[in-house]
T-cell receptor, first 112, second 114 residues
Framework: RKEVEQDPGPFNVPEGATVAFNCTYSNSASQSFFWYRQDCRKEPKLLMSVYSSGNEDGRFTAQLNRASQYISLLIRDSKLSDSATYLCVVSKPDTGGFKTIFGAGTRLFVKA | DADVTQTPRNRITKTGKRIMLECSQTKGHDRMYWYRQDPGLGLRLIYYSFDVKDINKGEISDGYSVSRQAQAKFSLSLESAIPNQTALYFC?????????????FGEGSRLTVL
C-alpha cells in the first residue's frame, strides 16, 4: 500500500463546476500536509498548506481529517487554467528530521 | 531567471554511459534534494543534503551518487546508466525541513536511457 494515495483521475469537468479531490495517508504520525500543483511537463509548485481547522484561498479549500487520515481539496467555479495535476504531499517524522512523501497525483481537465 | 536551475533539460544516452545532472540555486537555501518522477508513482527521493558537508540517501539511491560542491550546487550522477533510470528528474531546495518548509523545484531534467 502506498503511503499517500490519490485517485489518479482524470477528472473531466466543465468550466464553472465544483470538483473535489481526496487523499489518504497511512502514517498516523504525519504532521504536515500540502497540496502542490503540477502543470504538464512542468515542475510542482506549492498550492496551499492544509491545516486541521481547514483553510481557504480564493476558490480553493483544503481540509484535513486526522482521525480518518484523509485530506481533501475543493475547487469551486473551475477555470480552464485549473487544468493540471494536483499532488497530495505529507511530511512525517523520520531519522534526522522529517520525510516528505508525494502522492502520485490527480489529473484535472477543465473544459469550456 | 529561475531560482533553481537544472542542466541539461533533456538528455538521451545509452546504457552504460556516465551521466551528470547539475542543479544550482539562487535562493540561499541550505537544503537541496534530488527526486525522480515516474508515471503513476509520484516523486521519489533519491538523495538529499542539509548543508555542504551533509549527504543522505533517500528511498531510491541505488545506482546514483551526488556531490554538494557548494551551498548553491548539488549534482546527481548516474555512474552507469540503465534503461529503468529513464525518468524526469527534479532538483529542489527548502530553507527548513519538510515539516513547514515549502519545496522549490527546478524545471526538471528529462533523461532517456536507451
Amino acid at each position: 500500500r502506498k503511503e499517500v494515495e490519490q485517485d489518479p483521475g482524470p477528472f473531466n469537468v466543465p468550466e464553472g463546476a465544483t470538483v473535489a479531490f481526496n487523499c489518504t495517508y497511512s502514517n498516523s504520525a504525519s504532521q504536515s500536509f500540502f497540496w502542490y500543483r503540477q502543470d504538464c511537463r512542468k515542475e510542482p509548485k506549492l498550492l496551499m498548506s492544509v491545516y486541521s481547522s481547514g483553510n481557504e484561498d480564493g476558490r480553493f479549500t483544503a481540509q484535513l481529517n486526522r482521525a480518518s487520515q484523509y485530506i481533501s481539496l475543493l475547487i469551486r467555479d473551475s477555470k480552464l487554467s485549473d487544468s493540471a495535476t494536483y499532488l497530495c504531499v505529507v511530511s512525517k517524522p523520520d531519522t534526522g528530521g522529517f520525510k516528505t512523501i508525494f502522492g502520485a497525483g490527480t489529473r484535472l481537465f477543465v473544459k469550456a | 531567471d529561475a531560482d533553481v536551475t537544472q542542466t541539461p533539460r533533456n538528455r538521451i544516452t545509452k546504457t552504460g554511459k556516465r551521466i551528470m545532472l547539475e542543479c544550482s540555486q539562487t535562493k540561499g537555501h541550505d537544503r537541496m534534494y534530488w527526486y525522480r518522477q515516474d508515471p503513476g508513482l509520484g516523486l521519489r527521493l533519491i538523495y538529499y543534503s542539509f548543508d555542504v558537508k551533509d549527504i543522505n540517501k533517500g528511498e531510491i539511491s541505488d545506482g546514483y551518487s551526488v556531490s554538494r560542491q557548494a551551498q548553491a550546487k548539488f549534482s546527481l550522477s548516474l555512474e552507469s546508466a540503465i534503461p529503468n533510470q529513464t525518468a524526469l528528474y527534479f532538483c529542489a531546495t527548502s530553507d527548513t525541513g519538510g515539516l513547514t518548509g515549502e519545496l522549490f523545484f527546478g524545471e526538471g531534467s528529462r533523461l532517456t536511457v536507451l
